[in-house]
């Protein structure tokens, strides 16, 4: 494997996925304050993304042949979109605790 395929195989599926790279030009002062922002927001979309997936994970093993009927997780692209997939299914086809789970995966979105 490649360098450059490396580097893309790490863009889409590793720890840079759903990442992008921004220059900007800042006064040497400031530089701090732009790096601890990038870092928060890069720790902001990790966490949320881990709370996406317990979330899912709790639905489905509370919910899963109840709610996933014909549904195929493994198809979707991203975790946004198993998530808001398996929330509308829980807002469909649960009980009222599945309800309130799904309205909340989708109020975090």
Same mark, same amino acid.
């Given at each position: 494997?490649? $360098?450059?395929?490396?580097?893309?195989? @790490?863009?889409?599926?590793?720890? +840079?996925?759903?990442?992008?790279?921004?220059?900007?030009?800042?006064?040497?002062?400031?530089?701090?304050?732009?790096?601890?922002?990038? *870092?928060?927001?890069?720790?902001?979309?990790?966490?949320?993304? $881990?709370?996406?997936?317990?979330?899912?994970?709790?639905? %489905?093993?509370r919910y899963g *042949?109840?709610?996933?009927?014909?549904?195929?997780?493994?198809?979707?692209?991203? %975790?946004?979109?198993?998530?808001?997939?398996? +929330?509308?299914?829980?807002?469909?086809?649960?009980?009222?605790?599945? @309800?309130? %789970?799904?309205?909340?995966? %989708?109020?975090?979105?």
């Open positions: 494997m490649t $360098v450059q395929q490396r580097i893309k195989k @790490y863009r889409q599926s590793g720890g +840079a996925a759903d990442l992008v790279r921004v220059e900007v030009l800042v006064p040497v002062e400031r530089r701090a304050d732009i790096l601890a922002s990038a *870092a928060a927001m890069r720790s902001k979309h990790r966490n949320d993304k $881990v709370r996406q997936q317990q979330q899912i994970d709790e639905a %489905l093993a *042949a109840r709610i996933l009927d014909n549904i195929d997780l493994d198809r979707l692209p991203d %975790l946004g979109s198993k998530t808001r997939v398996v +929330a509308n299914a829980l807002i469909e086809r649960g009980d009222a605790r599945a @309800y309130a %789970l799904g309205r909340r995966m %989708l109020s975090e979105l």
